[in-house]
């Protein structure tokens, strides 16, 4: 069965540094590939998506993910992370033939420091 | 532009009692729907689905229902609530059936069960 492993469910770093968030998908098939984010309270908001092309997307508030298939990943990253950042991402997949349903991971908790 | 609502925001219900939450989708026709839950540490769960008028696919065995009477509608029920229904529950939608849709979110409900 399809599934998607977000390591770490909480992750914090300091205003300014790096954001890395790991996603990993196990599946014999390519995939489509989202990230979104939630903040607090609220529903889900996409922050990026890969389909077919280019592995290395561009979303909104500046992060990015690079697929890699030779390691089924398509971890988020943003190169420096603001208050605002913080909050719960989910990465998700989703294939061919699967009336566009999602599979979710477990969602990684961002904090941002001061 | 396209909005999605859901009602109510949040709701405490003892167990037992009956359930009807509501998702409504603004400016587009024929939507494919979805309903998740959310419970805590246990990241999004597909719940339902639904194509069109009338046609539900379950993905999940609970005691947890859908209908969509209208085109823009669906609606999540239950007879007799569970303290494990507990949760916060998101309503999306997308434009078509296709894997690689962005599926859009409404707000939530979030629902204690006492």
């Known amino acids: 069965a399809q599934s998607v492993t977000q390591l770490g469910s909480h992750v914090s770093v300091s205003e300014g540094a790096l954001v890395l968030l790991r996603c990993n998908y196990s599946?014999?098939?390519?995939?489509?590939l989202f990230w979104y984010v939630q903040y607090p309270n609220q529903g889900l908001q996409l922050l990026l998506k890969y389909t077919t092309g280019a592995t290395l997307v561009k979303g909104i508030n500046g992060f990015e993910a690079e697929f890699k298939k030779s390691e089924t990943s398509f971890h988020l990253t943003k190169p420096s992370a603001h208050m605002s950042d913080a909050a719960e991402y989910f990465c998700?997949?989703?294939?061919?033939?699967?009336?566009?349903?999602?599979?979710f991971g477990k969602g990684t908790k961002l904090s941002v420091k001061p | 532009s396209q909005t999605i609502h859901q009602w109510p925001a949040t709701l405490v219900q003892p167990v037992g009692s009956p359930l009807s939450l509501e998702c409504t989708v603004e400016?587009?026709?024929?939507?494919?729907l979805y309903w998740y839950r959310q419970a805590a540490g246990r990241g999004l769960q597909l719940l339902f689905y639904s194509v069109g008028i009338g046609q539900i696919s379950s993905e999940v065995p609970q005691n947890l229902s859908a209908s969509r009477p209208q085109d823009r509608q669906f609606i999540l029920s239950s007879k007799k609530l569970l303290l494990s229904d507990s949760g916060f529950y998101l309503c999306?939608?997308?434009?078509?059936?296709?894997?690689?849709?962005?599926?859009?979110f409404g707000p939530g409900t979030r629902l204690l069960v006492l």
């Open positions: 999306a939608w997308t434009r078509l059936a296709g894997a690689q849709e962005t599926q859009y």
């Open positions: 400016g587009t026709s024929n939507p494919n």
């Open positions: 599946s014999s098939v390519p995939p489509y």
């Open positions: 998700a997949v989703s294939y061919t033939g699967s009336q566009g349903n999602l599979i």
